[in-house]
Structures are given as structure tokens and as C-alpha cells.
């Protein structure tokens, strides 16, 4: 698969997500047919399928386990530790600094249900572990759907650059409603009620005065973001 970035944007509802499941064969289609490298996704090992995808969905869950275990769903078995300072380097670039400054680091608690020196994180620390949870093992590609919804401004940026970074020639396909990151991805699909209306780069939809220029327009005079 070619190294291709993709921004996949569109009004709630319009099944951007119904997307990616399929995408994912979460559902199959009851007609045509999804490719990938010329082949229909139906004829690989749908298990083998799977793990080649690292994926943010918008309902990522966090577990009542070690952080280490949250990033790399292996349980610790105590002679990993070059694998926890890989879990914490991923933090790190993704914004997530405090993370280190825990009395038990990488080892620390997620929720206080089973252990009380355990910590409840913010919603955006749960996303950029749930993100670093994608990003922590090798993946062909990787879907990510609203992986900084719960983020401000400048953090933001902080995990779209590193995943950017980490990602390097690997194909990505981001779903936001967010648009600031749309000027830096190779192609932009824009979808509505289910189908595809638009696609193309930033500048070429800007032009176009279509859908994602308006968004755009509705967006950018609140940030006063530059065309």
C-alpha cells in the first residue's frame, strides 16, 4: 500500500465511521467490493486483516490495568522493559509528559477500580493513550477516527505531528470534523449521507466552494485560520 495521508471529514451522521468499519470488515457490504492491493478484502484471513490495522475508533475504552498494559494489551509479565520504555517514549511525543512524573511511571494504575494508587486521566489523556495503544506495535495502515476530539488546540497539533512522524511512509486515514491538519494530507474525501461528494487537496476544494469549503469558511473565521 502506498504511503497516501487521508482527512475524511463531513456533518455528524453522514457514515464516516460506517466507513471505516467496513473498512475494517466490522460489517461487509451487501453490494460491490472493497480493495485492497487490487484484492477484495473478503479473500484475506480476516484475523490477519485486522491486526494489520492500528485503529482509533470515537469509542475507545481504557482498561482498569497498568498503563503499559492499556498501550500494548500484553499483560506484564515483569522482563519487559524495553517495551515499557517504548510505551513511555510514545506518551511522551504525544504531549503526555505527566506520565513519567507518576510515582509507578509506565506502571501506574488506569482508574482507581482495583487499585487505589491507580489515577482517573482526563479525557484527552485517555485519547493519547488509546492513540499510542494504535501506534505501539507495526501496522500496515492506520485508521484513526477523531483520535484528538477530546484535545485542545496545541496539543493537538503536539499528537498530529508525532503520529505524522511516527506513521513515516505508511498510509493514514483520519476522520475529523477538526479541519486545521486538512492542508497537510495528501487527499481529502468529504462525505454526505453516505456517499462521497467531494475529493482532492485542500487547495483544490477551497477553490471548488463546495461542502469542505464551506466547513472550512465556518471553522476558520473562529480560529482565523489562513487559506
Known amino acids: 500500500m502506498q504511503h497516501f495521508r487521508r482527512q475524511l471529514p463531513g456533518l455528524d451522521g453522514q457514515g464516516k465511521t460506517t466507513l471505516v468499519k467496513l473498512l475494517l470488515r466490522l460489517y461487509d457490504p451487501t453490494s460491490g467490493e472493497i480493495l485492497l492491493n487490487g484484492t477484495n478484502i473478503k479473500k484475506y484471513n480476516v484475523d490477519k486483516y485486522r491486526k494489520s490495522v492500528g485503529i482509533v475508533f470515537q469509542d475507545f475504552q481504557v482498561y482498569a490495568a497498568s498503563l503499559y498494559e492499556n498501550i500494548s494489551m500484553c499483560k506484564d509479565k515483569g522482563n519487559n522493559k524495553k517495551q515499557k520504555e517504548n510505551a513511555m517514549d510514545l506518551l511522551i511525543k504525544f504531549g503526555f509528559k505527566k506520565a513519567q512524573y507518576l510515582v509507578h511511571g509506565i506502571d501506574t494504575s488506569v482508574t482507581t477500580e482495583f487499585d487505589k494508587m491507580g489515577v482517573n486521566f482526563s479525557g484527552g489523556e485517555k485519547q493519547k493513550i488509546a492513540t499510542a495503544r494504535a501506534l505501539y506495535s507495526p501496522h500496515t495502515f492506520y485508521v484513526l477516527d477523531e483520535p484528538s476530539s477530546a484535545l485542545d488546540p496545541i496539543s493537538e497539533d503536539i499528537l498530529n505531528t508525532a503520529m505524522k512522524k511516527l506513521t513515516g511512509n505508511k498510509t493514514v486515514l483520519f476522520i475529523s470534523h477538526r479541519l486545521a491538519m486538512a492542508k497537510d494530507v495528501d487527499k481529502i474525501i468529504v462525505m454526505n449521507q453516505g456517499e462521497i461528494i467531494e475529493t482532492g487537496t485542500h487547495d483544490q476544494l477551497i477553490k471548488s466552494r463546495g461542502k469542505y469549503a ?13 487559506v
Do not use: E
Not at 464551506?214 to 489562513?226: E, G, L
Open 214 to 226: 464551506k466547513m472550512w469558511d465556518a471553522q476558520s473565521k473562529r480560529y482565523n485560520i489562513s
